[in-house]
């Protein structure tokens, strides 16, 4: 699958920037993520451009010009080490885990490939990663670090977690966005407040 | 970031959480004056009793680690924004069944836990307090739901508790506080699951306003709980009793980690140490309470030792630490043809407690649990998917596009309490340079039944309701235990009023005193018992027995 369709046509969760469903503070939050992309503090040159590679398999948005930045705010986290409050016992602190994983997952495309896992192909990418979150991986490069836990708890959570608190990925799904000091009125099934996303019907366009 | 650096309860006043920018007077003591009460934390143990002792006319001083919020003001719209609301400090999770923590189930900051939880507001079965006497498993608690039965209804009046007119399950009570909210889609499936296959359903008893009540309004169904709410419509302990405990002359110190409760050579609590303002303090008080929750309460306790209690405090018996309990909550998820739109109101509007009194053989496993409509928001549902379903790609993407017509129950399930789960301290430090903790939990064999059966009927209620696509997964949600209350001094840490049976003036007041689970979410029972705790304390002194 390659192609992206979303029943959401015209909806933009940013039309309502002045309405009542927005107010000052998430404004300014929201204008934060959109306007301030942090500056690289924490991985390496090699690592980010691995991680690029990596976050556009993991969330790919062919169809935009310039997607969803999702490397600046994960080298950011890293750099503020600003993580979720535990650790599984088995993984070893969380700033070493991804200098770990991520050097491991580019020794894994050296290894199978000789050559680095942004210049394999997109297909190449993804059986690669698949590998890692199944554990299918060359325990010397990966050492103490669990190669599936690194890619779920760690990577997939991280990189999925951030395009997801984007207005655009909240546009693309038809999710209301902020909600404050104007919530809903409208609850029950199939009822919608004028000012929520309206879904496009394709089956019932198609017959 | 939601984040706040300096202590604002400082110099004789405290954030007004109901004005923006404004402040309500304070009474504020000195380090070395010998308070009556010092208390470690201000959630849903902490808070309320620093309230029922102020209001009694003790002098009482509340800390917490985290900041002191102004709802109105501060929090944000938006998921990610809110971080700041949890524990984030570093703790090690193990054990075969390594429990979730941070988001998941800590609090931190002036009011607790209860800032960011969903108000579920359930009592519990009456006859779980004698689960072991009277359901064959478990154990008995100290007290029992006759005792707790003026306490539940004290806390609910306090929250104003918004519930239908008659709510199947516990035992009959008078009519709620305030009226019941519309139950939304999201509800409405697990309503209309539970009529097609005949089990009883409710709507949800919860601590949001469904009517004005004094500078708060009601809920505007903005479905952001979980994150905070802006409105003050959320009966949160920072909206309630902490201003009721400020006006009855207690102090709150915010940004305020308590690092070691003090020991005099007489083997009672002279104070305790604390970090604030960049620096370490030390205050003086008769009694110490801590309420910092089932992690961090048993932490202290072991941190705190010393000379005389080289194991850590009323740790004689080996127990502080053991026995910590989740609730199990596995989840089963699926797609209506209808929009259901489940980001729009509380995310648990509707429940089900059939399981929890259904004594019949058909059971294969021992315990209860009750299950509720869901209502994830994006972040935490691609988190789901991915981390559940190890969904990733443009597949990933694809799904997301259907957020709107998923429907979703998780059950809040029992667990039992177990010698070795616990909370233990490890040799690595946090930023403040004290031990942090360790958390081992694995699930019995009776907890793994009781998993498997809930997916069944979650399965069956998702069918009934026209749900397809069905999957599962797994998660978990409150803590308790670590510190259970008892009648006898080798099998409990603290006796039924909550007080430790080694040091006389050191007392636990959260939820690590539940001896076990029950199958619903527990802070209404945590406020009933520091509400009784209030009461028993005030008697004790009046008869000379403090
Ligand atoms: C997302 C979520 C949803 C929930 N939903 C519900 C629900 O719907 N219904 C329900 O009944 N329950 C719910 N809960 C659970 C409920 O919030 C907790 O069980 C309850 O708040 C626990 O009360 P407590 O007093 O034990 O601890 P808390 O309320 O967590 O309070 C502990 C406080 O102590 C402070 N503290 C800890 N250690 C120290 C220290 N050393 N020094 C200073 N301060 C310290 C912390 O900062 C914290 O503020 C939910 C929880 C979460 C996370
Ligand atoms: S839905 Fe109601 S309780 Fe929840 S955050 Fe919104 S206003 Fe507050």
Known sequence: MSEFKTPFLTYDVLDKWDTPSWNDQTRAAVRQRLDDEPPRRFLSEEQWSLLEAIAARLMPQPEREEPVPIVPWIDDMLHRNAGPGYRYADMPPMREAWHQGLDAIAAEARNRHGKCFEELSPGDQDALLGDVQHNRVESRYWRDLPAGGFFLHLLLKQVVGIYYSHPAAWSEIGFGGPASPRGYARLGFDERDPWEAEEFDFEAEHA | ?546
């Not at chain 2, 199947?168 to 019941?180: C, D």
């Not at chain 2, 005193?513 to 979410?521: A, E, I, Q, W």
């Open chain 2, 1 to 546: 970031m939601l984040e706040v650096a300096e202590p604002r309860a400082v110099a004789g006043r405290a954030p007004d959480v109901f004005r923006e920018g404004k402040w309500v007077p304070m009474r504020t003591y000195d380090d070395n004056e010998e308070v009556d009460f010092a208390i470690v934390g201000t959630g849903a143990g902490g808070g309320t009793l620093a309230c029922k002792l102020a209001e009694a006319g003790f002098s009482v001083i509340a800390f917490d680690a985290g900041p002191f919020w102004r709802p109105l003001e501060d929090f944000v719209s938006d998921e990610r924004d809110q971080g700041g609301l949890y524990w984030t400090d570093e703790r090690i999770t193990g054990g075969a069944d390594p429990i979730e923590l941070g988001s998941n189930n800590s609090g931190r900051g002036v009011g607790g836990s209860t800032v960011h939880y969903t108000m579920i507001a359930l009592r519990w079965r009456p006859e779980w307090f004698q689960c072991r006497s009277k359901l064959g498993y478990g154990r008995d608690w100290p007290i029992s739901f006759d005792e707790l039965e003026p306490f539940y209804e004290e806390a609910e009046e306090a929250l104003k508790i918004s519930g239908p007119i008659s709510y199947p399950w516990s035992r009959r009570r008078k009519r709620y506080p305030y009226r019941a909210h519309p139950v939304n889609a999201a509800g409405l499936v697990l309503a209309r699951g539970c009529e097609a296959i005949g089990v009883q359903w409710s709507p949800l008893p919860l601590a949001t306003l469904s009517a004005p009540r004094g500078m708060a309004h009601p809920c505007v169904y903005r479905g952001f709980c979980a994150y905070g709410c802006s409105t003050n419509a959320k009966q949160s302990v920072l909206v309630t009793f902490i201003p009721r405990a400020l006006n009855a002359g207690a102090e709150v110190r915010d940004l305020a980690m308590v690092g070691k409760i003090e020991m005099g050579k007489d083997g009672k609590a002279t104070g305790l140490t604390y970090h604030r303002g960049g620096a370490w303090r030390r205050q003086k008080a008769k009694h110490v309470v801590v309420a910092g929750y089932a992690i961090e309460t048993p932490r202290l306790l072991l941190n705190s030792k010393c000379d005389q209690f080289r194991d850590g405090l009323a740790n004689e018996n080996g127990l502080v630490g053991t026995h910590l309990m989740t609730h199990s909550g596995p989840g089963v998820w699926g797609i209506m043809d209808e929009e259901v739109r489940c980001y729009k109101a509380p995310p648990c509007m509707a429940v089900t407690e059939h399981w929890n009194y259904d004594d019949s053989d058909k059971k294969d496993f021992r315990g209860g649990y009750a299950f509720m409509s869901q209502g994830p928001l994006p972040v935490g549902w691609a988190e789901a998917q991915a981390i559940n379903r190890g969904m990733w790609g443009m597949k990933l993407r694809q799904e997301m596009t259907r957020y709107n017509h998923v429907a979703g129950l998780r059950i809040v399930g029992e667990t039992e309490p177990q010698r070795h789960n616990r909370v233990e301290v490890a040799d690595e430090k946090d930023q403040y340079g004290l031990p942090i903790p360790r958390v081992t939990f694995s699930y019995s064999e009776n907890d793994r039944r009781l998993i498997e059966h809930s997916k069944g009927s979650m399965r069956a209620v998702l069918e009934g309701a026209g749900a397809k696509e069905l999957w599962t997964d797994h998660d978990t949600s409150h803590l308790m235990g670590g510190c259970r209350m008892g009648d006898d001094p080798d099998d409990s840490v603290v006796d039924r009023d909550g007080r430790s049976w080694s040091i006389p003036n050191l007392w636990v007041c959260d939820g690590s005193l539940f001896p076990t689970s029950g199958g619903v979410n527990p802070s209404l029972t945590i406020q009933a018992l520091a509400c009784r705790m209030g009461d028993r304390i005030s008697g004790m002194a009046k008869r000379g027995e403090l």
